[in-house]
């Protein structure tokens, strides 16, 4: 696990609060989840990276069970972790992790509103929750802190995974 410390610095050199290398078998999915984008999130068939165009959770398990761990990055803004993801996920390509796949938060921020076509593939990338992931469940089995938001004043807590190998 040391051949990772380095990303870990990374990505907090880049603002994440926390990052961890975790077992890719930890991430859990689940068919709810994407109901819950559907049905309560403004993104819904607005964006690229939002259901119905993301990864379904089936998708999304399939693809986890090819890799063995991800990086799973922990901040406090939404935009930040998603250009910290495809920041990270670049940094992966680039030193060979060819696999290297990232998912933020949210709905996609790059753009007012989509075309046909992604203008920025390049960065952008659909969040765990719109590919089915349950972040509630993924984050606390890693040790991380989350909870529902029930105020404007209350502490929030936003998250990204790459999967790496």
Same mark, same amino acid.
């Given at each position: 696990? %040391?051949?990772?410390t380095?990303?870990i610095?990374?990505?907090?050199?880049?603002?994440?609060?926390?990052a961890?290398?975790?077992?890719a078998?930890?991430?859990?999915?689940?068919?709810?989840?994407?109901?819950?984008?559907?049905?309560?999130?403004y993104?819904y068939?607005r964006?690229?990276?939002c259901?119905?165009?993301?990864p379904?959770?089936?998708? $999304?398990? %399939?693809?986890?069970?090819d890799y063995k761990?991800?990086?799973?990055?922990?901040?406090?803004?939404?935009?930040?972790?998603?250009?910290? @993801?495809?920041?990270?996920?670049?940094?992966?390509?680039l030193?060979?992790y060819?696999?290297?796949?990232?998912?933020?938060a949210?709905?996609c921020?790059?753009?007012?509103?989509?075309?046909?076509?992604? %203008?920025?593939?390049?960065?952008?990338?659909?969040?765990?929750?719109?590919?089915g992931?349950?972040?509630?469940? $993924?984050?606390?089995?890693?040790g991380?802190?989350?909870?529902? @938001?029930? $105020?404007i004043t209350s502490?929030?807590?936003?998250?990204?995974?790459?999967?790496?190998?």
């Amino acid at each position: 696990m %040391r051949r990772y410390t380095k990303y870990i610095k990374k990505a907090k050199d880049l603002g994440i609060k926390d990052a961890k290398i975790i077992p890719a078998e930890s991430i859990v999915t689940a068919e709810w989840v994407k109901l819950k984008c559907q049905f309560g999130c403004y993104g819904y068939g607005r964006k690229l990276t939002c259901p119905p165009y993301s990864p379904t959770p089936e998708q $999304t398990r %399939r693809m986890i069970a090819d890799y063995k761990y991800g990086l799973l990055l922990h901040g406090h803004e939404y935009p930040d972790i998603c250009n910290i @993801v495809s920041a990270m996920e670049r940094e992966f390509f680039l030193d060979r992790y060819h696999r290297a796949y990232g998912m933020g938060a949210g709905p996609c921020h790059l753009c007012e509103k989509c075309s046909k076509f992604c %203008r920025h593939a390049d960065k952008a990338r659909p969040s765990m929750e719109a590919s089915g992931i349950d972040v509630y469940s $993924t984050v606390r089995a890693n040790g991380f802190p989350i909870e529902v @938001v029930k $105020t404007i004043t209350s502490e929030v807590n936003y998250y990204g995974v790459v999967l790496i190998e």
